[in-house]
């Protein structure tokens, strides 16, 4: 059965970093994509980040606001997809989730088309 799981949330300042993980079962990851959506309070879910898969040339893309702050990679030995953040600003705070497509590549962030969704991590920046 196919599973996402994300770690490596929590409290931090203003400038500081965190790294998250997403560790996915139940499939070939090198064949897939993977997307970073975040849910900040009030609000709506939003698409942070995309990586395609290898196969795909692994290319990557981000939403406007965290453009040269974050960076999303992959390890498909160990079946991880992570998200780096640095720079972090209280805006950033929101519970992300790691979701899969079931596609090679990047399509765009409606949330339909994401079949499978992560518990989701906690990250708070604050003071």
């Known amino acids: 059965q196919l599973q996402l799981v994300e770690s490596g949330g929590g409290l931090v300042q203003p400038g500081g970093s965190l790294r998250l993980s997403c560790s996915t079962s139940g499939f070939t990851l090198r064949y897939y994509a993977i997307s970073w959506f975040r849910q900040a309070p009030g609000k709506e879910r939003e698409g942070v980040s995309c990586?395609?898969?290898?196969?795909?040339?692994?290319?990557?893309d981000y939403t406007d606001s965290v453009k040269g702050r974050f960076t999303i990679s992959r390890d498909n030995a160990k079946n991880t997809v992570y998200l780096q953040m640095n720079s972090l600003k209280p805006d950033d705070t929101g519970i992300y989730y790691c979701?899969?497509?079931?596609?090679?590549?990047?399509?765009?962030?409606?949330?339909?088309?994401?079949?499978?969704w992560g518990q989701g991590t906690q990250v708070t920046v604050s003071s």
């Open positions: 990586i395609s898969a290898s196969v795909s040339g692994g290319n990557t």
């Open positions: 979701a899969a497509p079931l596609l090679g590549y990047c399509s765009g962030y409606a949330m339909e088309k994401y079949n499978y």
